[in-house]
């Protein structure tokens, strides 16, 4: 039976024990959903990968909340390492480094890294300091599943497969942390997100380096396998082109489904169902991964039209292009 617990300094305190115990608990923060256990305990850890059908080969973020906890975790912060966490940590950062041997293997996927963030919202600290341990925490979802934002859609995939989640706050951003390596030579970006590398650079006065080959090994939870994927097929048109996406949609009806088409611009399909994503890119950010988890349940064919450009709009187009298996109009 999963419990559901209030943001209440009672149920804080039910939360971190039930982590401590070595249980699993689903918490807000203002990017997604996290599903946190003891990064210390290995059977916890473990009961992560089952709970989300997710594969152990796939890192997980250790989360603190206060960045003395460091000390207990990586092996060595770098200077660039201490320009980052003084610029954006608390934040919707996460930054890899080596790790100390308290961290198991299970937690990193075999890699002799960590990854490491402190989030910015006031729940996920209030969570993590009542725990009183490092917590390791993915998205609060099924493997494969778009990320949850709201504790309802937590609700949706984890009811029954967890200990206790948390009813906070909807996420702000709405898209999970930038993953930035600085074990290398130079920094890289290995995941993007609202943190961009840009100001990245600018922090650290020197290059930064984005991977974009998705088939490149990088040391970084959430890059390596299908994410994010509606229940239902999906289509992303990139070129704004109206009569592709309404000839497709009209196939589609042909074919015996009932179409969406998300766009930031839904009058310009006055004849179809349409799902507004926002106007700018922080607000299709923020919205994408519930309107994909409502779109499901009322429709069962989903075509996504978005040709943001941008460092936000990097950081959609890939939440969304494997929202849609790649499978591009």
């Known amino acids: 039976m999963t419990k559901y617990l209030q943001m209440t300094p009672e149920d804080l305190e039910i939360a971190g ?3 401590r115990g070595g249980g699993l608990v689903a918490f807000p923060t203002e990017t997604v959903y996290g599903l946190g256990a003891n990064a210390l305990d290995v059977q916890a850890v473990k009961k992560i990968y089952v709970a989300k059908g997710r594969p152990s080969d796939n890192p997980l973020i250790v989360h603190i909340y ?8 990586a092996l060595s912060v770098s200077a660039d390492a201490e320009k980052i966490i003084d610029a954006f940590m608390p934040g919707s950062i996460t930054i890899v480094l080596p790790k100390k041997s308290c961290i198991d293997d299970c937690v ?53 497969r967890i200990d206790a989640l948390l009813m906070g ?20 970006v290995l995941r993007p997100g ?30 390596r396998y299908k994410h994010y994927a509606p229940r239902c097929p999906m289509v992303l048109n990139l070129d704004g082109n109206k009569d592709k996406v309404l000839d497709f949609y009209r196939r589609c009806e042909q074919d015996g489904y009932n179409p969406v088409i998300l766009t930031r611009y839904p009058r310009l ?37 978005y040709n943001g450009t941008g460092e936000v709009a990097f950081s959609v187009l890939n939440r969304i292009t ?4 790649q499978n591009i109009l």
């Open 269 to 305: 399909y006055p004849d179809c169902s349409t799902w507004y994503l926002g106007t700018t890119d922080e607000e299709v950010a923020h919205n994408l991964f519930e309107a994909l988890r409502r779109c499901e349940k009322k429709y069962d064919y989903i075509i996504a039209c």
């Open 194 to 223: 609202i943190v961009t590398p840009n100001g990245i650079s600018a922090v650290l006065g020197k290059p930064v380096r984005v991977v974009t080959n998705p088939k490149e090994k990088v040391n970084s939870p959430g890059v």
């Open 66 to 73: 206060d960045k003395s906890q460091l000390a207990d975790i």
């Open 169 to 188: 706050s909807d996420c702000k951003v709405g898209i999970e942390s930038t993953v930035l390596d600085l074990c290398g030579e130079q920094p890289t």
């Open 108 to 160: 990193t996927g075999g890699l002799p890294t960590v990854a490491v963030r402190m989030p910015s919202s006031h729940e996920a600290l209030a969570f993590l300091r009542s725990c009183h341990v490092p917590v390791c925490a993915p998205s609060a979802n099924t493997s494969t599943r778009p990320s949850p934002t709201t504790w309802q859609s937590v609700k949706e995939d984890m009811d029954g």
């Open 322 to 325: 494997k929202s849609a298996g």
């Open 17 to 19: 024990e039930i982590v």
